[in-house]
């Protein structure tokens, strides 16, 4: 019932900066939890950032903490993951997902919908 578009992948050199861009659609966007997974060649999925339904809260672990922001514009049904100060283990893809929930968590299970993924590779 919920479609995710990610956008805004692509390469960037190491220190440099991109917005990942995730637009929702099939759903009413603002009641849903939303967030970012990212996967890197041979290692497993890990939790990136999330994003309450109203956007007052924010979790993301320490790995990105400072140097990732998540963002929701619920009238346009999309939500940013602004990355800055970026480092070649910040290479991977990354998917949007989406938890019909008022707060969800940091594992797969506990969102429901997943995007197609994005590209970012962060060079040396």
């Known amino acids: 019932q919920v479609q995710l578009v990610e956008s805004g992948g692509g390469l960037v050199q190491v220190g440099g900066s991109l917005r990942l861009s995730c637009a929702a659609s099939?759903?009413?966007?603002?009641?849903?939890?939303m967030g970012w997974f990212r996967q890197a060649p041979g290692k497993e999925r890990k939790f990136v950032a999330a994003?309450?339904?109203?956007?007052?809260?924010?979790y993301s672990p320490d790995s990105v903490k400072g140097r990732f922001t998540i963002s929701r514009d619920n009238a346009k049904n999309t939500v940013y993951l602004q990355m800055s100060s970026l480092k070649p283990e910040d290479t991977a893809v990354y998917y949007c997902?989406?938890?019909?929930?008022?707060?969800?968590?940091?594992?797969?299970?506990?969102?429901?919908?997943w995007g197609q993924g994005t590209q970012v590779t962060v060079s040396s």
């Open positions: 099939g759903r009413p966007f603002s009641r849903y939890v």
């Open positions: 994003i309450s339904w109203s956007g007052s809260t924010t």
């Open positions: 997902v989406l938890s019909e929930s008022v707060w969800s968590g940091v594992r797969e299970v506990d969102y429901d919908y």
